[in-house]
């Protein structure tokens, strides 16, 4: 298993390191959960801004928090087939703030057990 940090300090080695994506299927993870409708939609965004740049980097990107988008449960009854998706996608981004989300380090246990790469968002 490969494991990337990418930065927000250093954007030059960042892209160089997010263009590792091109033509790969990278599933995003992070927050998707929140307090309020407010929180849950910032982290659908955040999300969604990750994705746009996987695909503008030629990545082929899964993003689960467009998928199941303030679909009226949430969580937990999504996690099963998140996890089935993640184990047919080449790498993992971890976005920043995954170490709050119990999905999301799900998420990651099965990128682990699948041998997937994994790129961490510090900062």
Known sequence: ?????????N???????????AGKIVYVSGPYR????????L????????AIRIWRLGGICICPHMN??????????????????????DIIYMMRGWE???GAKIELATAKNYFL???????
């Not at 929140?34 to 939609?41: N, Q």
């Not at 982290?43 to 990750?50: E, H, L, S």
């Not at 449960?73 to 184990?87: F, L, N, Q, R, S």
């Open 1 to 9: 298993m490969k494991i990337i940090y990418i930065s927000r300090r």
């Open 11 to 21: 954007r030059e080695t960042e892209e160089c390191n997010m263009n590792k994506m």
């Open 34 to 41: 929140a307090k309020t409708i407010m929180g849950k939609l």
């Open 43 to 50: 982290n659908i965004w955040r999300a969604r801004q990750v």
């Open 68 to 89: 199941t988008a303030l679909f009226k449960e949430d969580g937990m009854p999504y996690i099963a087939g998140d996890c089935e998706i993640v184990k047919r996608c």
């Open 100 to 102: 709050s989300s119990e």
């Open 117 to 123: 790469e994994v790129i961490y968002a510090e900062g």
